[in-house]
């Protein structure tokens, strides 16, 4: 079964820093695309970052130059940094995979979901 | 910046049909946006429906069905279930960057 599984999330400080996993079960990181996706309390959902299977990355302007995604391919895990974290960054933050075939895209699977306060 | 626009609510009742859209800023909307469509209810994550337009998934009732209407993404809902209420997301892709909608919250009355 392939599986994600967020993971790190918890209270920071505004202007502070943290960490958040990816860990993938039944895929290989380095094979596909993953996308980090938030959704603030109370708010819709929104695209943050992918990783490409090439190792590309793209940001939303709103996290760029704070947020970085990175990969620890030993342990097939994601990981997106978060920088300089602003309260409007709070949000549950959940991982996807896109798979891009057959001239179509789609997500899925979707991790459950990391909860990141920012407050101070 | 890029502005996808869905309808904030909408109302049906048990088992009639009705249509959600997906706008975008930048013009129509075509097969190029790869449009996808997710459900979700209260405190899960959200769930795949409609992929690239109109590929539904393999878990997605037949009653949920995607199109391009007017220069937009639509996500068509026949025969309405009490369970579809929840809040309806497309999401849009511009080449380097995915953009959701705001979001339409589905309410079965």
């Known amino acids: 079964e392939v599986q994600l599984v967020e993971s790190g999330g918890g209270l920071v400080q505004p202007g502070g820093s943290l960490r958040l996993s990816c860990t993938a079960s039944?895929?290989?990181?380095?094979?596909?695309?993953i996308n980090w996706v938030r959704q603030a309390p109370g708010k819709g959902l929104e695209w943050v970052s992918v990783?490409?299977?090439?190792?590309?990355?793209y940001y939303a302007d709103s996290v760029k130059g704070r947020f970085t995604i990175s990969r620890d391919n030993s342990k097939n895990t994601l990981f997106l940094e978060m920088n300089n974290v602003r309260r409007e960054d709070t949000a549950v933050y959940y991982c996807?995979?896109?798979?891009?075939?057959?001239?179509?895209?789609?997500?899925?699977?979707w991790g459950q979901g990391t909860l990141v306060t920012v407050s101070s | 910046q890029t502005v996808v626009t869905q309808e904030p609510s909408v109302t049906v009742s048990p088992g009639g049909t009705v249509t959600l859209t997906c706008a975008s800023s930048?013009?129509?909307?075509?097969?190029?946006?790869?449009p996808n469509w997710f459900q979700q209810k209260r405190g899960q994550a959200p769930r795949p429906l409609i992929f690239?337009?109109?590929s539904r998934h393999s878990l997605t009732p037949a009653r949920f069905s995607g199109s391009l209407v007017g220069g937009k993404a639509a996500l068509t809902l026949s025969g309405v279930q009490p369970e579809d209420e929840a809040d309806y997301y497309c999401?849009?892709?511009?080449?380097?960057?995915?953009?959701f909608g705001g979001g339409t919250k589905l309410t079965v009355l």
């Open positions: 996807a995979r896109e798979t891009v075939a057959a001239g179509k895209r789609w997500f899925g699977p």
């Open positions: 039944g895929l290989n990181i380095t094979k596909n695309f």
């Open positions: 990783v490409h299977s090439v190792g590309t990355t």
């Open positions: 930048t013009g129509a909307v075509t097969s190029d946006y790869y």
């Open positions: 690239s337009t109109s």
């Open positions: 999401l849009l892709y511009y080449g380097d960057c995915w953009v």
